[in-house]
């Protein structure tokens, strides 16, 4: 009775690490990180788009300077983020809320040393019932591993730019084109695996199709 006990509890625990391990990958799947460069009093980007749930990464490189993006300074943002004033120093916020978020180094306002960051929310949900409702574009093959090719009836061209989304709904590359080619390859190599979608903008609409990395 004992070892049957000591079996079961083993075999919940093994469970709950296994669990808890997919949950902890779904997560960071779900996150992308933004690196922002503090440099010359500037931030490098100073305006971002991201989703909920991205984190933004300051590194400060050169300089003394601060992140300060409190509530008491910019009564608009969501909620409050910041450092304190130093250099050399690297420091990160998860951005949970959707909203506009404007932040600032405090002794180097006066030479535009601000920034703004713009968390929307996740889009997962309406890029699925696009791409569901997408059929123009041809797509293949898929799943792929190196590239996917894109058909493009000859009505719809020219293409005119391309988004690739993650999962999650946030946009990890954009291309502009000024082709009038009917076939498009697109590199997808430097993708990890798993489920993405494309959007492709041409001259007579747009189509939004989902495709899978291996």
Known sequence: MHMKTSFTLNSFRLFLLTFGLAFLSLNLWAQTTHPVNVVNFAFSPANLNITVGDKVVWSDTEGTHNVDGLKSLFSNNPVSFGNSLGSGWTYSFTFATPGTYNY???????????????????TTSTIQSLANNSGHILLYPNPASQYIDLKIPADYSPINTLKVYTLAGAVIDEQAFSSNSLLLRYDISKFRSGIYFIEINAQSGKDILKFVKQ
Not at 104 to 111: L, R
Request: glycine content about 16%.
């Open 104 to 122: 600032q180094c405090d002794p180097h306002t006066g030479f535009g040393m601000v920034g703004k960051i713009v968390v929307s929310s996740n």
